[in-house]
């Protein structure tokens, strides 16, 4: 049993009491606690000192905020034991952990994920803007009054839907900055495989996938006719509609390329039980089809080294969360209030923030199917920011990691846009390729601690 012990304080913000609860272990390598960002609505955090600490006066160290996709999974769970975390879920070190390039803030976001909650159901945020002006709360209560934090840049890196909530996150944050209202300073903002442009996902999957001879011909024309539908809905601000022809979409892709696994188009399903038609599928079991992404990395359920049990049994005593609270207990119904605001698109804030001069990195696994690389590039080309011209023509350079001389990826910048394409990954890429993957977060938070492989990893940022 590790010692720690307990700070509590209440602090005066704006108009309302803001309670922040902490925990921290006695060597000081980890805190976390619950602030309450609104009334009823709580948001869990954990973070973690990195061991490597450099003092430089030239590179501050660095924070990364993970935030995890869904919308409703847990990014202390997930990110956390199953990604970039020291430890996996048999609580085994973890050798590729971004631990060693950065200190760690792993949130439940938005509340009602994971070990957050909300004391009533109707607390549940409705959009990415609710979801950012809570985290702008939780940012202000952990950062206002630390000093240590002040001076280290934040650099919120996404996964998935994660990415819908870093772009919102970030313009809010900064609007409270400018304001006066919070003592931070963003590094930038990193979209890994995320779903920044719905539409141009969905109207990617069907030419992707006959490419690669996972559909045929009539599959695709099937596939692209609820493309089109999905347009047209998302045109006429149907974004409701739109989530429920997503749902039938994947059902339908399903159905036509023998439950092809949607985070790794090479890959089957793995953990499809229900097996399910298109004419099946109904609106509620189109949010349990997104929300199994909850349980995708898990290893043999109820198992050694489940997450579940994992969540909801030692670290959940570890952390003292409410007996009342299970991790997870309330995910399905954050994916249900946010469903008018899955499909909207967020392309307009990428631009806000390219415009604002924020340091904007994409990266994207080659085989995800989800969030394709297909896609990405479509709603890449619509930004209107001056320089992407500029940057669609910049040339690319090759990645390589370890001492092989393997190609592991491509990147390239412009100004304050840069591009990681990711080979052999999918939709998880620090899980499939976490080397390059360390090596790319190392470059992108301009890490102190330099890595070994470094002159095998040529950068130019301009
Ligand atoms: C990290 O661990 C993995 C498997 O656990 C191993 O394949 C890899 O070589 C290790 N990497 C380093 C840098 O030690
Ligand atoms: C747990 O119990 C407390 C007080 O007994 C209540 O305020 C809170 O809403 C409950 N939480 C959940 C998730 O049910
Ligand atoms: C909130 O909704 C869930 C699921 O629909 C339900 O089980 C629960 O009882 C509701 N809670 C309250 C306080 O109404
Ligand atoms: C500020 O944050 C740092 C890094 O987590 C921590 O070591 C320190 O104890 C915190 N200080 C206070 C006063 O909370
Ligand atoms: C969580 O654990 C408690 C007991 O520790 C158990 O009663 C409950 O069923 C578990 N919930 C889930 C979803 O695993
Ligand atoms: C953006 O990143 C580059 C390094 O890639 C760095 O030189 C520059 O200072 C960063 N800009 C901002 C505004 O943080
Ligand atoms: C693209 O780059 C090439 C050189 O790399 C240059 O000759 C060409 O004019 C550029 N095109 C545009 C549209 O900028």
């Given amino acids: ?25 006695q060597d000081g390598s980890e805190a976390w606690g619950y602030v309450q960002v609104r009334p009823k609505a709580h948001m869990f955090w954990l973070y973690y000192a990195s061991p490597n600490r450099i003092q430089d006066p030239e590179k501050p160290w660095p924070i990364i905020l993970w935030l995890q996709g869904g919308p409703g999974a847990s990014g202390v769970g997930i990110g956390n034991f199953q990604e970039i975390g020291p430890l996996d879920t048999f609580l085994k070190p973890r050798n590729s952990t971004w631990l060693q390039k950065a200190d760690l803030l792993f949130v439940d976001y938005p509340v009602g994920t994971g070990y957050s909650f909300v004391e009533d159901n109707n607390s549940f945020v409705q959009t990415d803007v609710e979801a950012a002006s809570d985290g702008t709360a939780l940012l202000m209560a952990l950062f206002n ?49 995320s779903w920044i442009s719905p539409e141009d996902f969905t109207s990617s999957w069907g030419p992707l996938l006959k490419d690669v001879s996972r559909l045929d011909s009539s599959g695709l024309e099937k596939s692209n006719s609820v493309a089109l539908l999905i347009k047209q809905q998302l045109e006429a601000g149907k974004f409701s509609e739109a989530t429920d022809s997503w749902g039938q979409l994947e059902g339908l892709i399903s159905d036509n390329s023998n439950n092809v696994d949607f985070y790794n188009f090479l890959l089957d399903s793995a953990d499809d039980p229900l097996s399910l038609t298109a004419s099946e599928l109904k609106q509620e079991v ?10 995708r990395l898990r290893s043999s359920p109820g198992g050694d080294g489940d997450i579940d049990t994992l969540m909801n049994g030692t670290i959940k005593k570890k952390f003292k969360i409410p007996e009342n609270v299970t ?105 499939d390729q976490p080397c390059v ?26």
């Fill in 145 to 193: 009054r630390n000093e240590t934090l002040q001076q280290s840049p934040l650099y919120i890196v996404a996964e998935s839907y994660g990415g819908k909530f870093a772009v919102t996150l970030a313009l809010s944050v900064l609007k409270a900055i400018e304001a006066g209202k919070l003592k931070l300073y963003l590094g930038g903002v990193t979209l890994g495989d």
């Fill in 286 to 295: 189109a949010v349990k089809r997104y929300s199994r992404y909850l349980h």
């Fill in 327 to 431: 991790w997870g207990g309330q995910s399905d119904e954050v994916f249900t209030a946010l469903q008018g605001d899955f499909m909207r698109p967020r392309i307009n804030e990428v631009d806000e923030l390219l415009a604002k001069g924020v340091n904007v990195t994409i990266y994207n696994g080659q085989l995800d199917l989800i969030c394709a690389t297909k896609g990405t590039n479509a709603w890449v080309e619509k930004l209107k920011w001056d320089g992407i011209k500029t940057f669609l023509n910049t040339t690319r350079n090759p990645l390589y990691c370890g001492a092989d001389k393997k190609t592991r990826g491509f990147t390239k910048s412009y100004k304050n846009l840069h591009f990681y394409w990711i080979l052999e990954a999918g939709h998880f890429v620090p899980v």
């Fill in 437 to 462: 993957a360390l090596t790319m977060i190392e470059s992108i938070t301009q890490s102190p601690v330099a890595s070994k492989v470094e002159s095998h990893f040529p950068l130019v940022r301009t």
């Fill in 1 to 25: 049993m590790e010692k720690f012990h307990v700070v509590v304080f209440v602090s005066l913000l704006v108009l309302l009491f803001q309670i922040v609860t902490a925990f921290r272990t």
